[in-house]
């Protein structure tokens, strides 16, 4: 697991949780919501696998006229 999240304590991730949700609750524009989610992205963890480089990338075109929020890699 990544370094960050191993030393993470419970009452760090609880505040976490409390800002993303207070995000939810009063962010008219996705851009909070979006950056809180790429600067936590243990958010993910059942999702990616958190380990080596960053799995997670955020703002990724397809062609000229899509962009995804995020793309993860998974390798098994």
């Known amino acids: 697991m990544d370094r ?3 030393t993470l304590t419970s009452a760090e991730v609880q ?3 409390l800002e993303y949700a207070s ?4 962010s008219p524009d ?3 919501i979006h950056e809180f989610l ?4 243990y958010f993910f963890h059942h999702l990616l696998r ?3 480089q960053s799995p997670l990338y955020s703002k990724i075109r397809l062609g000229d006229q899509f962009v995804v929020d995020f793309a993860g890699f998974r390798q098994e």
């Open 4 to 6: 960050f999240v191993s």
């Open 15 to 17: 505040g976490h949780i």
């Open 23 to 26: 995000l939810l609750d009063t």
């Open 30 to 32: 996705e851009r909070p």
């Open 38 to 41: 790429a600067n936590h992205s």
């Open 50 to 52: 958190l380990s080596g």
